[in-house]
């Protein structure tokens, strides 16, 4: 660990006359307070060039406290997203496998700060040319399928902090826990290009349903948000590796007692994922 630590002080130091990169330690002791269940300090990231800096310093401990990272979220995709935090592009982190439950898991709200709710949607790597895909048609192909997922980010900044996107950028947009259901096999639709615009998806909230949306709400299509990652750089998609796309409903933190659901119709194949809220 200590020779993984070095590597990212080196890094930093390298980039710091390009960028004001913030204090190596202050990462690494957020890093470890976040995932011992404290608030994210504000480093006073201005730009992105220095909240990728930051993060790298960031990512270094969780990767060597947490494992190797399952994926890649993507954040900030939609307009209604976008417009409640003030932000007007994507952002991005690491998924780590501690953080991903299954099906109808109960989700317990302890050690989180301050959490929310969203539907949300996972597509799974099937081949590494995804890294070099220029349409959506490339990107199709190399996926192997698209699962529903139920997203609850962290906003776990220190109170008073506007969550800018350098500062979400410098903590990889929050991931804390994810309600993945079972997924549809791309190579079961006719035309995955197509049924990921026109797919409908569905909120419920205790059985009633609270939001709709279309697939198309992400970016303009699902599968555009994979290009701007893969145009982006900085992670490696391998076969297996996850991809969260955005969330089509954010609303309030939730709370015990609750049941969400969400519901995806892609040309006429339904799937689901259920979480139940516990203290």
Known sequence: MKAVLGAVALCCSLTAAEAACPDVSLMQNAARGWIAGQRLPDPLVRNMDDARCAYTSFRAVLEAELGPPV??????????????????????????????????ARVSLKGSRSPLYEADLVVVVRDSSIMRARTREEVAAALSEVRPFIEFPDIALSRGSVPTAPLMAAYGVTPWRGVMGKGIALADLEDPVEALEEMSVSLRLNGSTIAVARGELLLGHPLDVVLWLVEQGGYELKPGSIISLGSFASFDAPAPGQRIEVEYNLAGQIMQARASIVP
């Open 71 to 104: 994926g890649v979220k993507v954040a900030f995709t939609s307009p209604e997203v976008q417009k409640r935090f003030d932000i007007d592009e994507p952002v991005a982190g690491l998924f780590f496998s501690s953080m991903l439950l299954a099906d109808g």
